[in-house]
């Protein structure tokens, strides 16, 4: 029975990518505990605490076995009956070993030996999943950037417009900060990429006195650093994944809602590339909606909520706390799939960005000159100061609002504003190309600081 809408054969493709459903998927997370027990067997019986021949009979049971509807459903009956996380899946799969490996599954282990190690090698490999997805994101900003550099639009303040700015500066601020992310999630895999092997309460002393062998060899051997300490109670490494995936989704989230105002009709500056046969409505056939940029909000907002959740998971009871831990098993595999696909999905929107460079110009048109205000007040400042040159430019600009002319008009018939600049000066501060400030030299300087070999 399917459950959640990620699952769902009609709309699963919203929420998750095959690479990650596949790794988050029942069938991938039981294979990934069973082949932790199987490893913990294999070093438990180098190091002489279980026979070799239980550890064999483990392995071999494991590379044949089926994570099939009967193997399920058998563990599921288990757990039920025991309300335990592993028992029902250790007696199947020791129903399947026979003796003497059946004996030995887990042997002093625990719940988190057993999960935390194998959410850390996922987390690992959804890691670098990301880096190579937010690695082309960044590509495609770098080419709108640069092919944008010199773009000159409206740059707005309070959802009004502001001073112009260029479509590049604004792409390479969305660049910048991927940029960060990238690195974040480098700097941090080390700190994710390390297993567990504590016992109950995180003192290894069901593994006697080769525990710390025993754990560096199984941990080394899943690809994994062993732990300096046991982490049963410490959560920050998931709270350090889960915060920097809420600063990705945010990102996104950003990028896509700047799209989806930009598309509005009444502005009409960038829009999402149209393919033929989408469907915006079913009753305003005229429609072409920002679907990928709204849907960038939906998954954010899941990301960003959860994130928070895992917070309060870092306070634990004791040496173990159920309350905080188990909820970690419906958000980590959730906030990764979402995260994945929002990555996913900003792959696809940039390249194919609309930019309506022609659009952008009649918007700064429209403005009537406004949007060159600060351009005459400095010009005016140097010579009766800042806020002397504010007033008398605010008030050309409140005149200029109410009878609808042009600003530049209103300020060239201005007694005042005539006695300090004259037409030629005046005409200065009303080109483009002197009121975009740096935004070039910046385009410039962030897309050189960046290195995507």
């Known amino acids: 029975m399917v459950t959640h809408i990620s699952d769902f054969t009609i709309y699963g493709s919203s929420w998750t990518t095959p690479e990650t459903a596949e790794l988050f998927s029942e069938t991938g997370l039981v294979r990934g505990w069973l082949e932790v027990m199987t490893v913990l067997a294999e070093v438990q019986a180098e190091h002489g605490l279980i026979p070799v021949e239980a550890a064999r009979g483990i392995r071999s049971t494991f590379e044949n076995l089926v994570v099939d509807e009967e193997f399920l459903a058998e563990a599921g009956e288990d757990f039920r009956k025991t309300n335990h996380s592993l028992v029902g899946l250790i007696k199947a799969m020791q129903n399947r070993c026979g003796e003497p490996g059946g004996e030995w599954l887990c042997y002093g282990a625990t719940v988190h030996d057993i999960t935390d190690t194998q959410m850390c090698r996922t987390l690992v490999a959804v890691l670098d999943l990301f880096v190579k997805r937010i690695i082309q994101v960044e590509k495609d900003l770098v080419k709108l950037a640069l092919e944008h550099k010199d773009t000159a639009m409206c740059g707005r303040t309070h959802g009004q417009i502001g001073l112009p700015i260029t479509f590049g500066y604004k792409a390479a601020t969305w660049l910048d900060e991927f940029e960060r992310h ?12 390390v297993g567990q092997l504590a016992g109950g309460v995180g003192s290894l002393s069901s593994l006697g006195p080769q525990a710390e062998a025993i754990q560096k060899a199984f941990c080394e051997k899943l690809n994994l650093s062993p732990p300096p300490i ?6 920050d490494r998931y709270a350090e994944w889960l915060n920097n995936l809420a600063l990705i989704a945010a990102s996104g989230d950003r990028i896509g809602q700047e799209i989806y105002n930009l598309q509005r009709p009444e502005i009409n500056e960038v829009a999402e590339g149209f393919i033929s046969g989408t469907v915006g ?21 899941l990301v960003r909520h959860h994130a928070a959740w895992m917070m309060e998971n870092l306070v634990h009871d004791h040496e173990r706390d ?3 831990w188990k909820g970690e098993w419906l ?20 390249p194919n960005l609309a930019v309506r460079k022609d659009r952008m110009q009649e918007n700064l048109a429209g403005t009537n000159g406004m949007i060159y205000a600060e351009a005459v007040m400095l010009k005016l400042s140097a010579r009766m100061g800042k806020q002397t040159a504010h007033r008398y430019v605010y008030d ?13 008009k209103v300020l060239a018939a201005d007694a005042d504003i005539s006695k300090w600049l004259s037409p030629a000066e005046l005409d200065e501060c009303f080109e483009l190309d ?20």
Do not use: Y
């Open 182 to 193: 990238r690195q974040r999630l480098c700097e941090m895999r080390a700190r994710l990429a």
């Open 230 to 235: 046991s982490w049963t109670t410490t959560r």
């Open 281 to 301: 409505s079913i009753t305003m056939p005229q429609k072409r909606n920002p679907e990928i940029s709204e849907h960038l909000g939906t998954l954010s907002r």
């Open 322 to 324: 159920g309350r905080s």
């Open 331 to 350: 958000i980590l595999p959730e906030c990764s799939l979402v995260a994945d696909k929002m990555l996913a999905l900003l792959q696809s929107l940039l």
């Open 396 to 408: 050309c600009a409140m005149r200029a609002h109410e009878t609808g002319r042009h600003l530049k």
């Open 434 to 453: 002197n009121s975009v400030g740096h935004c070039s030299a910046m385009v410039e300087r962030i897309v050189a600081g960046i290195d995507l070999r």
